[in-house]
């Protein structure tokens, strides 16, 4: 088989290199780290080595076989420059990974990450004897990279120095400057007229946006069977950029539509219904979709068979319906149901119809009617062939489309410069805005239902309006959600995941993310497909509503952690917003368009990052951080506290994401709370002053109070007391140093009346006294108000505090014995 044009060269490269889990294995590994310290650079290091891979191998090819060399012969240099762009942040991976600290790809980097197991699987991938030639080629791959330590490497492979660059750094301005700028950087590396950059406009619908992207590359690459205009490199939801020949915009538009239509109906990605059950029909999306009848026919027979197989409003399920009756099901939907016709010419028939009517009554007459002439289909065959040739022309009618739905949509994605025209009020999509003459009728399950509030309708208007691209828009997001076992008028949330706004133009999971309700989530075929991207994003339905075991607000934030752990695992960003929402990428790794308080309160709202940033990065601004590391460490102290004290709803327990907070959550509802790991590290890490604070007042309370080991009583007594003493000096206006000295001295007049404190200072007594003020200055809680709101709180948070300390100390004492 030959590949003699670009684009079927490109396809070739990438399942020759799809074929193998490198890209999967560098998903697995990197897709937790962040592959930028600039916090306005977010995307995942798995994200940014594959878009680099993806756009440095596509520009190799497409310059290989343009200039006549045969892909096939090129096999070694594609698997070369893959491994080398895999390996191209090396130095930022064995940081991450291993907490090897090196300057640039050295080969100290370079030791560390094979010595602890090749997690990409290179040399799996690219076999033994090519670690020279890869470290030769990384240390060339940033322009700024100290390349001494490969200098006089001899190389067969020099030549993919050129493109290691070009995917590392169009990749890297992508991501700071927006596809644009790759554009003209691209264009400065390569002949400019083989450089093209696609401008489209993003439409409101997110699915078929997706959708319209997918065809958009696909007729680019002459996956429609049409003529090939060259290998794309990558997209944004708005843009596509490739190498190639110039295409005509008109002729792309006309093939995309072709293609788009097409893809949505012969493939298995989507099922287009009518409404059907016992008493009523509806052609719902078939009236409007631009189809062809006959296809919209089979679609009303299928629809009908799947009723009458299963049984319903007491008609006997079918085990057997003959192909033949095919035909005169939409035959019958619209006779019967549609106009509602219960006049007859058959004798026979009519007196059939009417022992039904009088047995069933009129609601069930016409599911029985339809189950009766189809268990008798033979006797009735005549009567049925003379209502089809009736009622065809009718039917026909219906089933052509007064809009075309795709037709509309594609226009609106290919110009530019247009923007849909609003209708009036009356005569407005309650969805987009755009014009619409059609009534939204999709009843009680429905995503919004038929008559609820909208501020497009007046208060008493019977309908609402809804336009024919909204109204396929629907009926992809309703079969999406069936498939995903989503209940329509369940609280429907939708979750975007994608790897970046701008992705380089390789497969890289088979079928969209799969996602289970519960405390479970799967996110379905995590295997590497050998084809062009689709989708650019992934558009995963879910219900936020209550779970029978716990409440409404606490189910929607365990299904948050869900949804960020899949995030992190994949190494995608995800957006979380309502159904029929345009998606809109961010510089976060995890952002809740719609979220509640107590997300807001808890941090569980954004997150930023993927990770921390490193520790040589200092914002010197103060600023919080906020990485989906830290959300799941979190998420994961509240299950585990949540859980040992049985709680149907643990996230609604704690009120904020501090020191003190979670000391007082933790200590109140776990016995061993001292000794939670996972507390341990989240508060050393996340809160160090607040922590180190406390500890330093526990330290003094030792210094006065002495050790401590029985009752929580004992333990909190002279904490307690200060609290006490601060509260009634403030109660009473005393002033600043008034009220120290008051502290002070109430605090050592109960240390001093304790047989099991020893000697006691005022000394000792004042440092206490100032460690607890300074604390409760630095943290906000010095008024009245707060003291008296977080007194308990306070006094759990110091008892996690003094029993740490205490834990220290002994181990202080073992490892001097030892």
Same mark, same amino acid.
């Given at each position: 088989?030959?590949?003699?044009?670009?684009?079927?060269?490109?396809?070739?490269?990438?399942?020759?290199?799809?074929?193998?889990?490198?890209?999967?294995?560098?998903?697995?590994?990197?897709?937790?780290?962040?592959?930028?310290?600039?916090?306005?650079?977010?995307?995942?290091?798995?994200?940014?080595?594959?878009?680099?891979?993806?756009?440095?191998?596509?520009?190799?090819?497409?310059?290989?076989?343009?200039?006549?060399?045969?892909?096939?012969?090129?096999?070694?240099?594609?698997?070369?420059?893959?491994?080398?762009? /895999?390996?191209?942040?090396?130095? =930022?991976?064995?940081?991450?990974?291993?907490?090897?600290?090196?300057? #640039?790809?050295?080969?100290?980097?370079?030791?560390?990450?094979?010595?602890?197991?090749?997690?990409?699987?290179?040399?799996?991938?690219?076999?033994?004897?090519?670690?020279?030639?890869?470290?030769?080629?990384?240390?060339?791959?940033?322009?700024?990279?100290?390349?001494?330590?490969?200098?006089?490497?001899?190389?067969?492979?020099?030549?993919?120095?050129?493109?290691?660059? !070009?995917?590392?750094?169009?990749?890297?301005?992508?991501?700071?400057?927006? !596809?644009?700028?790759? *554009?003209?950087?691209?264009?400065?590396?390569?002949?400019?007229?083989?450089?093209?950059?696609?401008?489209?406009?993003?439409?409101?619908?997110?699915?078929?946006?997706?959708?319209?992207?997918?065809?958009?590359?696909?007729?680019? +690459?002459?996956?429609?069977?049409?003529?090939?205009?060259?290998?794309?490199?990558?997209?944004?939801?708005?843009?596509?950029?490739?190498?190639?020949?110039?295409?005509?915009?008109?002729?792309?538009?006309?093939?995309?539509?072709?293609?788009?239509?097409?893809?949505?109906?012969?493939?298995?990605?989507?099922?287009?219904?009518?409404?059907?059950?016992?008493?009523?029909?509806?052609?719902?999306?078939?009236?409007?979709?631009? &189809?062809?009848?006959?296809?919209? %026919?089979?679609?009303?027979?299928?629809?009908?068979?799947?009723?009458?197989?299963?049984?319903?409003?007491?008609?006997?399920?079918?085990?057997?319906?003959?192909?033949?009756?095919?035909?005169? *099901?939409?035959?019958?939907?619209?006779?019967?149901?549609?106009?509602?016709?219960?006049?007859?010419?058959?004798?026979?028939?009519?007196?059939?119809?009417?022992?039904?009517?009088?047995?069933? #009554?009129?609601?069930?007459?016409?599911?029985?009617?339809?189950?009766?002439?189809?268990?008798?289909?033979?006797?009735?065959?005549?009567?049925?062939?003379?209502?089809?040739?009736?009622?065809?022309?009718?039917?026909?009618?219906?089933?052509?489309?007064?809009?075309?739905?795709?037709?509309?949509?594609?226009?609106?994605?290919?110009?530019?410069?247009?923007?849909?025209?609003?209708?009036?009020?009356?005569?407005?999509?309650?969805?987009?805005?755009?014009?619409?003459?059609?009534?939204?009728?999709? #009843?009680?399950?429905?995503?919004?239902?038929?008559?609820?509030?909208?501020?497009?309708?007046?208060?008493?208007? %019977?309908?609402?309006? !809804?336009?024919?691209?909204?109204?396929?828009?629907?009926?992809?997001?309703?079969?999406?959600?069936?498939?995903?076992?989503?209940?329509?008028? /369940?609280?429907? #949330?939708?979750?975007?995941?994608?790897?970046?706004?701008?992705?380089?133009?390789?497969?890289?999971?088979?079928?969209?993310?799969?996602?289970?309700?519960?405390?479970?989530?799967?996110?379905?075929?995590?295997?590497?497909?050998?084809?062009?991207?689709?989708?650019?994003?992934?558009?995963?339905?879910?219900?936020?509503?209550?779970?029978?075991?716990?409440?409404? =607000?606490?189910?929607?934030?365990?299904?948050?952690?869900?949804?960020?752990? /899949?995030?992190?695992?994949?190494?995608?960003?995800?957006?979380?917003?309502?159904?029929?929402?345009?998606?809109?990428?961010?510089?976060?790794?995890?952002?809740?368009?719609?979220?509640?308080?107590?997300?807001?309160? &808890?941090?569980?709202?954004?997150?930023?990052?993927?990770?921390?940033?490193?520790?040589?990065?200092?914002?010197?601004?103060?600023?919080?951080? +906020?990485?989906?590391?830290?959300?799941?460490?979190?998420?994961?102290?509240?299950?585990?506290?949540?859980? =040992?004290?049985?709680?149907?709803?643990?996230?609604?327990?704690?009120?904020?994401?501090?020191?003190?907070?979670?000391?007082?959550?933790?200590?109140?509802?776990?016995?061993?709370?001292?000794?939670?790991?996972?507390?341990?590290?989240?508060?050393?890490?996340?809160?160090?002053?607040?922590?180190?604070?406390?500890?330093?007042?526990?330290?003094?309370?030792?210094?006065?109070?002495?050790?401590?080991?029985? +009752?929580?009583?004992? %333990?909190?007594?002279?904490?307690?007391?200060?609290?006490?003493?601060?509260?009634?000096?403030?109660?009473?206006?005393?002033?600043?140093?008034?009220?120290?000295?008051?502290?002070?001295?109430?605090?050592?007049?109960?240390?001093?009346?304790?047989?099991?404190?020893?000697?006691?200072?005022?000394?000792?007594?004042?440092?206490?006294?100032?460690?607890?003020?300074?604390?409760?200055?630095?943290?906000?809680?010095?008024?009245?108000?707060?003291?008296?709101?977080?007194?308990?709180?306070?006094?759990? +948070?110091?008892?996690?505090?003094?029993?740490?300390?205490?834990?220290?100390?002994?181990?202080?004492?073992?490892?001097? /014995?030892?």
């Amino acid at each position: 088989m030959t590949h003699d044009t670009p684009a079927s060269a490109a396809r070739y490269a990438h399942e020759y290199i799809l074929d193998t889990p490198l890209v999967g294995n560098i998903l697995e590994h990197a897709g937790e780290y962040d592959a930028k310290t600039d916090p306005e650079e977010t995307t995942s290091l798995a994200a940014h080595v594959i878009n680099a891979m993806t756009i440095g191998v596509n520009t190799f090819v497409y310059n290989a076989v343009d200039g006549g060399r045969d892909i096939m012969e090129l096999e070694e240099d594609l698997s070369v420059l893959a491994a080398a762009l /895999a390996l191209h942040d090396t130095n =930022k991976y064995v940081r991450e990974a291993y907490g090897v600290e090196a300057e #640039g790809n050295t080969g100290e980097a370079f030791d560390a990450y094979f010595e602890n197991g090749d997690d990409f699987g290179v040399e799996a991938f690219l076999g033994d004897g090519y670690r020279d030639d890869l470290h030769y080629l990384v240390q060339r791959t940033e322009v700024n990279e100290d390349s001494t330590e490969t200098r006089g490497t001899e190389t067969a492979f020099a030549v993919l120095e050129r493109y290691c660059r !070009i995917g590392d750094q169009v990749a890297s301005v992508i991501l700071r400057d927006g !596809i644009e700028r790759g *554009f003209v950087e691209l264009r400065k590396k390569l002949d400019d007229d083989e450089v093209h950059l696609i401008e489209l406009t993003q439409v409101e619908q997110p699915i078929l946006n997706d959708e319209l992207l997918g065809a958009t590359k696909e007729v680019i +690459s002459g996956q429609d069977d049409g003529e090939e205009y060259g290998v794309v490199v990558g997209s944004t939801p708005n843009c596509v950029l490739y190498l190639g020949d110039e295409v005509d915009r008109d002729v792309l538009r006309e093939r995309v539509g072709s293609h788009l239509s097409q893809q949505l109906v012969e493939t298995d990605r989507y099922s287009f219904s009518c409404k059907l059950n016992w008493n009523s029909f509806d052609y719902d999306i078939l009236s409007e979709f631009s &189809l062809d009848p006959e296809k919209k %026919k089979e679609i009303i027979a299928t629809t009908f068979r799947d009723l009458l197989a299963d049984g319903t409003a007491g008609v006997e399920g079918f085990e057997h319906i003959p192909d033949d009756f095919d035909p005169y *099901f939409p035959i019958l939907a619209k006779a019967v149901y549609i106009d509602g016709q219960s006049e007859f010419d058959d004798e026979d028939v009519q007196a059939v119809y009417d022992d039904i009517y009088e047995e069933q #009554g009129p609601q069930k007459v016409k599911i029985h009617f339809v189950a009766c002439l189809l268990r008798n289909f033979e006797e009735h065959r005549e009567f049925l062939e003379k209502l089809r040739e009736g009622v065809r022309p009718r039917l026909h009618n219906d089933l052509e489309a007064e809009s075309d739905a795709i037709g509309s949509v594609v226009d609106r994605f290919f110009d530019a410069t247009m923007s849909p025209s609003l209708g009036s009020k009356e005569e407005m999509c309650f969805l987009c805005g755009a014009e619409a003459e059609t009534d939204y009728q999709k #009843g009680l399950s429905a995503v919004y239902r038929t008559q609820e509030f909208s501020r497009r309708v007046r208060p008493h208007a %019977k309908y609402k309006k !809804i336009c024919e691209v909204c109204n396929l828009e629907y009926a992809l997001l309703a079969d999406t959600c069936e498939r995903a076992d989503v209940n329509l008028n /369940a609280n429907v #949330g939708i979750a975007y995941y994608y790897f970046d706004k701008f992705l380089g133009d390789m497969r890289l999971r088979g079928g969209r993310v799969g996602f289970q309700q519960g405390e479970t989530i799967d996110l379905g075929d995590t295997e590497v497909e050998k084809s062009l991207v689709r989708p650019q994003y992934y558009v995963q339905p879910f219900n936020f509503g209550g779970h029978p075991a716990m409440g409404e =607000k606490n189910h929607r934030m365990v299904v948050v952690r869900q949804l960020m752990q /899949a995030a992190r695992d994949a190494g995608m960003k995800v957006v979380l917003g309502r159904p029929f929402t345009r998606f809109e990428s961010t510089d976060a790794a995890f952002v809740d368009e719609d979220a509640i308080r107590q997300q807001e309160l &808890l941090g569980l709202d954004t997150a930023e990052r993927f990770g921390p940033l490193p520790s040589f990065v200092d914002r010197g601004d103060g600023h919080k951080q +906020s990485n989906l590391r830290r959300a799941l460490s979190l998420c994961k102290i509240i299950a585990i506290v949540g859980q =040992k004290a049985g709680m149907r709803n643990p996230y609604l327990q704690l009120d904020q994401d501090t020191f003190h907070h979670l000391a007082d959550f933790a200590v109140r509802n776990h016995e061993n709370a001292t000794r939670l790991s996972n507390l341990e590290s989240y508060l050393e890490t996340y809160h160090t002053d607040q922590l180190m604070d406390m500890k330093t007042v526990a330290e003094r309370g030792v210094d006065l109070f002495g050790e401590q080991y029985d +009752s929580k009583y004992k %333990k909190t007594k002279i904490f307690r007391e200060a609290i006490d003493a601060f509260l009634s000096g403030k109660n009473q206006r005393m002033s600043d140093d008034g009220l120290r000295d008051h502290v002070a001295a109430q605090v050592y007049d109960a240390a001093d009346r304790e047989d099991y404190a020893g000697y006691v200072t005022t000394e000792e007594a004042e440092a206490f006294v100032d460690a607890l003020e300074a604390y409760l200055v630095e943290n906000e809680l010095d008024t009245l108000e707060k003291l008296s709101d977080w007194e308990n709180a306070l006094v759990n +948070s110091y008892l996690y505090a003094y029993e740490q300390t205490l834990y220290e100390d002994d181990n202080d004492d073992e490892s001097s /014995a030892n």
